[in-house]
């Protein structure tokens, strides 16, 4: 029988079936929202915390700190408690009141500050302070790795090693960094696409850094190319998940589908996969599904 952290990963990859506008090309979906946790980051908080206890960065009697969005909040909040290490997670006010409730769920303190890079800023000062432990998925090697062991090698086996396109929302970039790592090992024509937001656009899940916030672990030359996606056009397609393809998943999600339908009308042939991040749910207070 499995314990939840083995029930991390081999989430499925589902064929889109209304909305690929292209029949020369299958657009695949990776169902994030199916780990435990209820997004991808479970990935990386797994595998930051386990790395640092393994060597010795961490123990029981830590106080981590981390500044997150929410879904990577969540993903500490579960797998510190089930490693008895306490945690403070630091996010936006602006953050759904699921999101807080979760991690409060799981026996998380949670801190809201005005926006992420005052979050980020708060987190550091603690961890300065010798207070606290920062993991700091921001510039965690950790973060993408988990990516490179696991996101990675799953799409390449569950496509039969037929994907040309990946594609993802860019946050943190943990996933973009370490699935493009593994992939790119594999067959060097993979194309690896990242979305972030337009100008002006707010999308839970994907930002657009100012630079001196920019995440240490990205590397450019490891995106082959980056899209940019709307607000109107990632709640548009978010909605168009749920109801043509039964994908009850968030904005983050939508904004990349967005940016995979529109890479399946570019191209002749091709197997795109694109990461659906997390789960509807976890939006239902705010506006996305009104």
Request: hydrophobic letters at 35%; proline letters at 4%.
């Amino acid at each position: 029988m499995a314990g939840i952290l083995d029930l991390v990963g081999n989430t499925p990859l589902v064929e889109l079936q209304q909305l690929n506008p292209n029949p020369n090309v299958r657009i695949y979906g990776k169902l994030e929202g199916n780990n435990p946790g209820g997004s991808v980051k479970d990935r990386p908080a797994l595998n930051m915390i386990r790395s640092a206890l393994e060597r010795g960065d961490i123990n029981t009697e830590s106080h981590l700190i981390e500044a997150t969005s929410g879904n990577t909040g969540i993903a500490l909040a579960l797998m510190a408690k089930l490693f008895g290490i306490d945690i403070e997670l630091v996010m936006p006010q602006n953050s759904t009141r699921e999101r807080v409730l979760t991690m409060e769920a799981f026996g998380a303190k949670v801190t809201l500050l005005e926006n992420i890079e005052r979050c980020r800023d708060y987190a550091e000062e603690k961890a300065a302070s010798g207070t606290h432990k920062l993991l700091n998925q921001f510039a965690n090697p950790d973060n993408y790795m988990a990516h490179y062991k696991t996101t990675g090698p799953e799409i390449w086996r569950d496509t039969n090693e037929q994907v040309t396109h990946f594609v993802s929302s860019m946050g943190t970039t943990g996933t973009i960094m370490g699935t493009s790592r593994f992939l790119k090992e594999k067959n060097s024509d993979i194309q690896i696409v990242g979305c972030q937001p337009t100008e002006e656009s707010s999308i839970p899940g994907i930002r657009r850094w100012p630079v001196e916030y920019l995440p240490k672990i990205y590397e450019p030359s490891r995106v082959d190319r980056v899209m940019d996606v709307s607000q109107q056009e990632a709640t548009e397609m978010t909605r168009r998940l749920a109801r043509e393809e039964g994908i009850f998943a968030g904005m983050s999600s939508g904004g990349a589908a967005a940016a995979a339908i529109r890479l399946a009308q570019e191209i002749d042939t091709g197997v795109i996969v694109f990461i659906c991040c997390d789960r509807g749910d976890r939006y239902l207070s705010s506006d996305l599904f009104g």
